[in-house]
C-alpha cells in the first residue's frame, strides 16, 4: 500500500500544486492531509479550493491543526491574532473556518496500522517529537503516544520539520510542512509511506516551487505579507 501524506500547508498554493504533482507521478492509494490547511498567505483562497478538489477527486483523509481551530474561533476583542484573522477570514469562502475546525484530531488507516495527526492523537497544539527547540526524549514521546492500539506508523506535522524515529514496533514519523519552512531550505514537503503486515518504509519528499511568484502574492497582499515573503524565499522563521 502507498500512502501520501502532506500538511502544514498554510494556505500557500503554488507550493501545494507542487507537491500533489508529486504525489499524484506516485499514485498513492490512500491521501492523508495533516491539517494547518489556511492559515498563512500565499493565495489561501486558491489553497482551500486545491484542498477541497483533492478531498472530492482522491478521498483525503484530514486531521485538525491547530491553525484550523483558530478559524472556527469567533473573532472578539481579546482574540488573539484577531487582525489577521479577520483578513484570513475574507480571503476564504464562508464556513471554510467552521469545516477545517471540525475535522477529528487524528485517523487511522491500512486496517489501524497507520494512524495521523496534527500534534498528537489527542492534540493539535502539543508537539510530538520536540521539546522546546531540541527533539523530545523517547520516553517523552511514548507519553504523548498514549493508547495508539494496533498502529505501527504515527506520522505527524505542525513542528514543520521532518523527522523519524523507531520506538519499539512503532515508526514514528514528523512529515515536514508543504509550506513556511524552519531549516533553511523553503521546498516544499511530503512524506510517502510504503507497505502493510507491520512493515512500513518512509521516504521524505522535497519538491521545488515557484518560491518567487508565492513570495511576491504574500508580499502584495498578506497581512503579514513582507514577513511571510521573507520566510518562503528563505525557509526560516524571522
Not at 489553497?47 to 472578539?76: C, F, I, M, S, Y
Not at 489527542?122 to 531540541?134: A, E, F, P, Q
Not at 518560491?211 to 521573507?230: L, N, P, T, V
Amino acid at each position: 500500500m502507498k500512502i501520501a501524506v502532506f500538511g502544514d500547508v498554510h494556505g500557500n498554493r503554488w507550493a501545494l500544486e507542487a507537491v500533489v504533482r508529486d504525489i499524484e507521478a506516485h499514485q498513492p492509494d490512500a491521501w492523508v492531509n495533516l491539517g494547518d490547511q489556511l492559515f498563512g498567505g500565499a493565495d489561501p483562497a486558491g489553497a482551500w479550493q486545491l484542498q477541497q478538489q483533492l478531498k472530492a477527486q482522491h478521498g483525503v483523509l484530514e486531521v485538525r491543526g491547530n491553525t484550523d481551530e483558530r478559524l472556527g474561533q469567533p473573532l472578539t476583542e481579546t482574540t488573539e491574532k484577531r487582525e489577521m484573522l479577520a483578513w484570513l477570514h475574507g480571503q476564504v469562502p464562508d464556513g471554510a473556518g467552521a469545516y477545517v475546525a471540525a475535522l477529528p484530531t487524528a485517523v487511522s488507516l491500512a486496517d489501524g496500522e497507520v494512524l495521523a495527526a496534527h500534534g498528537t492523537p489527542d492534540s493539535t497544539w502539543t508537539y510530538l517529537l520536540r521539546d522546546g527547540k531540541t527533539w523530545a526524549s523517547d520516553d517523552l514521546v511514548r507519553g504523548r503516544l498514549g493508547d495508539i492500539g494496533n498502529a505501527r506508523l504515527v506520522i505527524v506535522g505542525h513542528s514543520h520539520l521532518e523527522h523519524v524515529r523507531q520506538l519499539g514496533p512503532v515508526t514514528v514519523v514528523n512529515a515536514g510542512a508543504v509550506s513556511q519552512q524552519k531549516d533553511g531550505s523553503p521546498l516544499a514537503r511530503w512524506v510517502l509511506l510504503e507497505g502493510g503486515d507491520g512493515l512500513w518504509t518512509v521516504t521524505f519528499r522535497r519538491v521545488p516551487y515557484d518560491i518567487e511568484a508565492a513570495a511576491q502574492w504574500a508580499q502584495a497582499h498578506a497581512y503579514h505579507g513582507r514577513r511571510e515573503a521573507a520566510q518562503l524565499r528563505t525557509g526560516h522563521t524571522s
